[in-house]
């Protein structure tokens, strides 16, 4: 069970602002639910990197978007959510499910036609892979849109899932 958990649907070596949309959308995706703290963003800042705001701006045009993050932080995150107008919700409690089943309320979705994007397996992945989501996991981002080069926390993850058995590549 936790190895099926811990399996994204995707896992690419690349950082969200790099990510290839149309492949995304050609599953066929219909909504984004996004992390926000180093899958957006790098650690502890509130400003996107250019990259990862094309990105977003590309993809908003397409299908709906939500900023989904554990962060207790209204003003940063709501910052961020501000820059292109896309709702969001704080202390998510990841991978708990009640506030991720909120947000799939209100898109009226199938659950298989909304992905979740994060940088996290314990988390991110978790927590859509629970809900039946396309889980995509990405590298971390740095302030320049490129993958953070100090990724030690999802390498350590990725260590313990294949330890439980996770076939992850």
């Given at each position: 069970m936790l190895r099926q958990l811990l399996r994204p649907n995707w896992l690419r070596e690349c950082t969200l602002a790099e990510l290839p949309l149309q492949e995304l959308l050609d599953q066929p995706i219909r909504a984004l639910v996004?992390?926000?703290?180093r899958t957006l963003l790098p650690r502890r800042q509130a400003e996107l990197p250019a990259s990862a705001l094309r990105w977003l701006q590309q993809a908003r045009q397409q299908v709906p978007i939500h900023l989904f993050s554990n962060n207790p932080s209204r003003?940063?995150?709501g910052a961020v959510a501000a820059q292109l107008d896309l709702p969001y919700?704080?202390?998510a409690g990841k991978p708990r499910r009640s506030a991720l089943r909120r947000v799939l309320a209100e898109l009226n979705l199938p659950h298989q036609e909304v992905a979740l994007i994060g940088d996290r397996l314990f988390t991110d992945v978790i927590a859509g892979n629970r809900l039946g989501l396309f889980t995509v996991l990405v590298k971390p981002i740095?302030?320049?849109g490129h993958p953070c080069k100090q990724d030690r926390l999802q390498k350590l993850e990725l260590r313990l899932a294949n330890w439980v058995g996770t076939s992850l590549g």
């Open positions: 996004l992390d926000v703290d003003q940063r995150i919700t704080i202390s740095d302030p320049q």
